[in-house]
């Protein structure tokens, strides 16, 4: 069964805490992507990655930065966490390719005192 | 200018009835895939279904379908024979040509009464 699986499924951290999220998938994607999902507001792209060491900003990225050093995994870091951070992450992978839907993460939902 | 839009913020539907679920978008691209998502309260999203750009006829799949009109930019999804199960977020996306990201709407919260 493939899978997009994230480390955590809960976090409680303390203001100016530094945060990883982590997110691995086994499908051999190339295209790897962090959401951030508020009620109200969708899902807005923080980061993407199409291909190891390569990033490419979305469109919320102040806050954050990622890594990815090996194709399965994209790390999502948060070098000081605030309270406006608080929030449910998504990790999605997806082929490249115009038809490739994308696969999801059961998502991570931080909260950040 | 917002890529997708889905103006339903909330819907309601009385089980065994169909629903549509309205989806405009906004691209230049000659080449694009449309998708619809769902979200369960327990969080996961669950593709539903997918159409290209090229596609001549609207896609289906069970109970799902993509009403595509293409000149009006929309891509409605339709659920026929509601069920309780069905009651979820509903997310329309956009994929742009072989581009690597995906746009999302804001999504509908749909309910289905028993």
């Known amino acids: 069964d493939v899978k997009v699986t994230q480390s955590s499924r809960y976090l409680v951290k303390r203001t100016g805490e530094k945060v990883f999220l982590e997110c691995v998938q086994d499908?051999?994607?190339?295209?790897m992507f962090w959401y951030r999902q508020d009620p109200g507001l969708g899902l807005r792209l923080i980061y993407f990655?199409?291909?190891?060491?390569?990033?490419e900003k979305g469109d919320i990225p102040e806050g954050y930065s990622v890594s990815r050093e090996k194709k399965e995994r994209f790390s999502l870091i948060l070098e000081s966490a605030s309270t406006n951070q608080t929030s449910m992450y998504l990790c999605?992978?997806?082929?490249?390719?115009?038809?490739?839907?994308?696969?999801f993460g059961e998502g991570s939902r931080l909260t950040v005192l | 200018a917002q890529k997708i839009t889905q103006t339903q913020p909330g819907m309601f539907v009385q089980e065994k009835e169909a629903v549509t679920l309205d989806c405009t978008y906004d691209?230049?691209?000659?080449?694009?895939?449309l998708f619809w998502y769902k979200q369960p309260s327990s969080g996961e999203m669950i593709f539903l279904i997918y159409?290209?750009?090229?596609?001549?006829q609207n896609a289906t799949e069970g109970r799902y379908s993509l009403n595509f009109q293409k000149a009006r930019k929309s891509a409605n999804l339709v659920i026929s024979a509601s069920q309780l199960g069905d009651s979820a977020m509903y997310f329309c996306?956009?994929?742009?040509?072989?581009?690597?990201?995906?746009?999302f709407g804001t999504g509908t919260s749909l309910t289905v009464i028993p």
């Open positions: 499908m051999d994607h190339e295209n």
């Open positions: 990655s199409y291909d190891v060491k390569m990033k």
């Open positions: 996306a956009m994929r742009e040509g072989k581009g690597n990201q995906f746009y």
């Open positions: 999605a992978s997806s082929h490249l390719g115009s038809t490739g839907e994308l696969f």
């Open positions: 159409q290209g750009s090229y596609d001549q």
């Open positions: 691209t230049s691209d000659p080449s694009y895939g």
